[in-house]
């Protein structure tokens, strides 16, 4: 048996990754058949050894099973075992499983999911880790109409530029920070950055990476690094390149499998981090497989949830539940009845970022909610419902939102219909329109806040785009530019079954597009019918958003609308707003109100000392 003892090797406690953990790594490889054909990056030593000290992670041996773990997002994170034998990964997991109920366990592949037979253990599909792998010798050959595009944008760089592509050798280490230097202020990802110094460090320490060097006119343009698997696997771990230079990430890519990966069984570019953008750049070089990666989690309470979810929302696919369930489910924000291992009834809440005047609020948003079958109509969400609103009054919550089909489940807790969309088929034709596929998330952010930023409206940014758009692409969404000869007019997502999910219009046009017809879809807008419902919870918090320089003195006396609930009185005089208990000059219903503010219903005395609001609202989840 390997000597763990005398190569410095630490057991039962968990500690940061070290060279001393690699030939235990090798061995265990060579000796566990699960690991004979394993293509993913995940357990690969040369790649958790480059992100040990960024992603934090540890390490602990313990019966000879080598237990990997890090923190995510402020939860606990648990690679696969590294296990000798088939027996004991499923020990392995099995360990994990009772010493961290709570942990999840990610990069599970297709064959491990059959080493983990425990009854209440939750297989999400995770997309955002899943890696892509490529047949060798099309990207060498890059043959066929599929790449006839990179065959130009290489062949173009070999003509315009002198360039050399060699190993890279520590004598290089201050041209390549100078590099470095360029690309993040080109507007290159800086997030890798510690893990590929530390990588660096290991090349030069005579570590086992492939690495190489992009240069024109011996200036460093481009950076890739590699290592072979011992599954004789090729994986990138990192490709950098000056954009500036027009072809030089084909070039890069073209120019390593030529020189590095000419005897692997598949070329592993690992995931996309669900980025639309690299996505699109991970398919265009046509994989020939996704390599699935599973997270699991073995805490029932959350399978009792993704149950109810799917229960009621059996329209959504798997991988966008999963999604959604990855990346969204917390359950600190969730309000449920959970008795008898059974979850009864439950809605999700996700903060939204909200816009008024240049002033940004939170305001919580109701989404996904849901009562099993079996206990509806007994009062269960109303109660739900009732015990957030009384909770959002604690925390001075201006307001709660949701988007609904059912507004007459809601107008009993008072909430009121707001917010305004218009048919596209009630605008004027615009014909000879086209629409482009993009994966440019930042011109999506462009187009709506050029559209909405005149209003108060919900704040995007391009991760909730980025986030946003590659979460439809579960489901088989792309996003799309609408264009009138040249003339950006819009965007639209939609899927090949020609259902739209969002779309937004510069200009109000019909725009007749080829093969589609968008007459019956609606558009957000600041008139129309409405699109979504809120509750007014902390009046103070509402109208010091809107309230005008004035000398009007008035008592507003405005119902509370639940049960044993007094009425909020709320004094002005002199510019200020204050809670008071005098006599009410003026009463008024809550959903009155929220119409007066949100959907410019008219009002004598109202519009003398409050604004309206101007609000659009777009957000669904």
């Known amino acids: 048996m390997y000597d763990l003892k005398h190569q410095g090797v630490c057991m039962h406690h968990f500690r940061i990754l070290s060279l001393d953990d690699e030939k235990l790594f090798e061995q265990t490889f060579k000796s566990n058949p699960l690991y004979q054909n394993y293509m993913a990056s995940e357990l690969i030593f040369l790649n958790l050894l480059s992100w040990s000290k960024d992603e934090c992670i540890e390490i602990m041996w313990k ?43 990610i990069g599970i592949t297709e064959e491990m999911k059959s080493l983990i037979p425990f009854e209440n253990a939750l297989f999400l599909v995770d997309d ?138 598949f070329i592993n570019r690992q995931e996309d981090l669900g980025l639309p953008e690299l996505r699109h750049a991970k398919l265009s070089y046509h994989p020939y497989i996704k390599d699935l990666k599973y997270a699991v989690i073995f805490r029932l309470f959350t399978k009792r949830a993704y149950e109810l979810y799917q229960k009621t929302f059996d ?84 307001w709660i939102i949701l988007k609904t089909d059912k507004p007459d489940v809601y107008r009993g807790l008072g909430f009121t219909e707001v917010g305004h969309e218009e048919r596209v088929g009630d605008y004027e034709i615009l014909e000879g329109c086209v629409i482009e596929q993009t994966s440019n998330m930042s011109l999506l952010l462009d187009i709506y806040q050029k559209r909405f930023s005149a209003y108060s409206h919900d704040v995007r940014t391009l991760s ?21 000869q040249q003339e950006i007019i819009g965007y639209i997502i939609q899927n090949d079954l020609h259902q739209v999910e969002e779309m937004v219009l510069l200009k109000k046009v019909n725009p007749i597009v080829l093969h589609e017809d968008y007459k019956d879809e609606y558009v957000p807008s600041e008139v129309g019918r409405p699109s979504h419902m809120i509750r007014l919870i902390d009046l103070h918090e509402v109208l010091k958003h809107v309230k005008k320089k004035t000398h009007e003195k008035i008592n507003l006396s405005v119902d509370g609308h639940l ?57 669904k989840y």
């Not at 034998?85 to 499923?90: G, I």
């Not at 999700?348 to 079996?374: C, F, L, W």
């Open 63 to 105: 019966d000879d099973i080598g237990y990997i773990r890090c923190k995510k997002h402020k939860e606990l994170w648990f690679f696969p075992p590294v296990a000798k034998s088939l027996e004991d990964f499923t020990k392995g997991v099995y360990f994990i499983k009772t010493r961290f109920p709570e942990a999840r366990l």
């Open 128 to 265: 955002k880790l899943s890696e892509y792998l490529y047949d060798p010798h099309m990207l060498i050959e890059l043959k066929g109409q599929a790449f006839h595009r990179k065959r130009n944008l290489i062949s173009q760089f070999k003509k315009k530029f002198n360039y050399t592509f060699r190993h890279y050798e520590a004598v290089d280490r201050l041209n390549v920070k100078q590099f470095i230097n360029r690309y993040v202020e080109r507007g290159g990802a800086s997030d890798d950055l510690d893990a590929f110094n530390k990588t660096l460090n290991l090349i030069e320490s005579g570590l086992d990476y492939i690495s190489y060097l992009l240069l024109v006119d011996e200036k460093i343009i481009g950076m890739s690094i590699s290592v072979i698997s011992p599954s004789n696997i090729g994986i990138v771990l990192f490709e950098k390149a000056d954009t500036t230079y027009i072809g030089s990430y084909q070039m890069l890519a073209h120019q390593t499998a030529v020189h590095a990966f000419t005897s692997v069984k």
């Open 315 to 398: 329209e959504d696919s798997k991988p966008y539940r999963d999604y959604f369930f990855l990346h969204h489910y917390k359950e600190d924000m969730m309000r449920y009845t959970y008795e008898d291992q059974m979850m009864k009834s439950a809605f999700h809440i996700r903060m939204n970022t909200y816009e008024i005047k240049g002033k940004q609020i939170e305001i919580p948003m109701i989404v996904a909610a849901s009562t099993h079958p079996d206990y509806r109509r007994r009062g269960y969400m109303k109660m739900l419902l009732v015990n957030f609103i009384h909770e959002c009054e604690k925390k001075g919550v201006p």
């Open 464 to 484: 909730y785009y980025q986030d946003f758009v590659y979460s439809l692409q579960m489901d088989g969404y792309e996003a799309y530019i609408i264009k009138h």
């Open 563 to 619: 049960v044993k609930k007094l009425p909020v009185r709320i004094r002005l005089c002199e510019d200020q707003m204050v809670d008071n208990h005098d006599p009410a000059t003026h009463l008024i219903e809550r959903v009155d109100l929220t119409d007066i503010l949100f959907n410019e219903k008219p009002h004598l005395l109202i519009d003398l000392v409050f604004d309206p609001l101007q609000a659009t609202f777009i957000n």
